[in-house]
């Protein structure tokens, strides 16, 4: 079978369908032998965002710079946590719509280039690993601005990828950089400003896609621009990493005081009681730790998977969600697949101790909670963390 014949798998053009038909609402995960991961965000049984594939803050910055042009990227003022979720790129244009910067319009056309891009991604890198899916319904994005029609997506792609591969391109992403090895030889077969062009341009920094961008045009026309001279050996197309955004942490403590903030376990509570909130926090944050409370069981999962706590205390009894399901939801998340979770409950049963450790929790604490419990459990659990313990002990 050659390049041009070999597309998305049946199985997995077929799990695109399905969740059309569905009206599925969560993420469709897809995964590569070779490591490759893509997320395709459904709401309804339509492509909302997708996240992944190769170079997504590349990705994000070409999509910006082309549409929402006035938006400088590397000034924005960003925290750790606002680029920490799958989904952060997402989460940026929300948040520029709701400050009135961008317009709907503007999301939508990023919306459907990303997808497009992801889908293009998924079939090359297709063609060399086997793909598993899975769906998941931990995220589902409530306000979209976008609904693309899956079906005609990967039609687009598939057409998107048989004109790739008559062009000769079928064994070239558009994700690798050109970079100039023989400039002897290019400046003796092209005209003087064809060679300045070349020098600035192709020098290992820009991917085929970004130059695309740069230059106006679409990446087919211009990679099959550059295709003689990649065959001679003039081009060689080169691996390059991704281009983080600039992340500031923002602290309005003394600078004395902001190194201890930025490098203490963060440790969550989940429980309905602000009661139990209010000892487990004076406990936590009096030994120097950062601490979250949640107490609504209904954004419980939202939250921590936003936060990333290092470590979390949960009750077992709560209304609408138990602690129970929320650990076994937790589980599934591959973020937390090792997170301390330390269930809180004011019975010391066997039979709930046995139900915890089936859902996947670490470790049981009964109430009321006891300063030097909460402490032995943290300690216990984060030892290669530091948590000030000496220091602190007169305040426990």
Not at 311 to 324: E, H, K, Q, R, T
């Amino acid at each position: 079978m050659t390049h041009s014949e070999v597309l998305l798998s049946k199985n997995l053009v077929n799990e695109f369908k399905t969740c059309t038909q569905l009206q599925y609402n969560g993420k469709l995960n897809i995964k590569s032998s070779k490591g490759s991961q893509w997320t395709f965000y459904y709401r309804l049984g339509r492509i909302v965002w997708a996240t992944g594939g190769t170079h997504p803050f590349r990705r994000w910055r070409r999509h910006m710079a082309q549409n929402c042009p006035q938006i400088d990227v590397d000034k924005l003022l960003l925290r750790s946590q606002d680029v920490s979720i799958d989904y952060w790129d997402y989460r940026l244009l929300e948040i520029f719509y709701k400050k009135q910067k961008i317009q709907r319009e503007q999301i939508q056309s990023i919306a459907e280039s990303t997808i497009a891009e992801l889908l293009f991604d998924l079939a090359l890198q297709g063609n060399f690993a086997s793909i598993t899916c899975n769906r998941s319904q931990e995220v589902i994005l409530e306000t979209p601005m976008s609904f693309t029609s899956a079906e005609m997506s990967v039609k687009h792609m598939q057409d998107s990828w048989k004109t790739w591969s008559a062009a000769g391109l079928a064994n070239f992403s558009p994700n690798l950089a050109p970079i100039l090895r023989r400039p002897e030889q290019l400046q003796q077969m092209v005209s003087l400003s064809v060679y300045k062009n070349f020098v600035n341009l192709i020098n290992g920094k820009f991917t085929l896609l970004d130059l695309a961008v740069k230059m106006k045009q679409s990446v087919l026309p211009l990679t099959r621009s550059l295709l003689p001279y990649i065959l001679k050996g003039i081009i060689e197309l080169v691996e390059v990493p991704d281009m983080p955004l600039v992340v500031t942490e923002v602290n309005n403590k003394p600078a004395t005081t902001q190194p201890k903030k930025l490098n203490a376990p963060l440790v969550a509570c989940v429980d309905d009681s602000p009661q139990v909130c209010k000892m487990l926090e004076d406990i936590i944050t009096s030994n120097g730790l950062r601490f979250i409370k949640i107490q609504d069981a209904v954004q419980a999962l939202p939250t921590l998977i936003q936060d990333k706590p290092d470590l979390i205390f949960l009750d077992l009894i709560m209304p609408v969600a138990s602690g129970y399901e929320i650990c076994t939801q937790l589980r599934r998340i591959s973020a937390f697949a090792n997170t301390p979770v330390i269930i809180l409950t004011g019975s010391d049963g066997l039979l709930d101790r046995v139900r915890a450790k089936v859902v996947g929790s670490t470790d049981f604490i009964t109430k009321p909670v006891a300063p030097d419990k909460v402490m032995s459990i943290i300690r216990k659990y984060l030892p290669t963390l530091s948590v000030p313990i000496e220091k602190n002990k007169a305040n426990v």
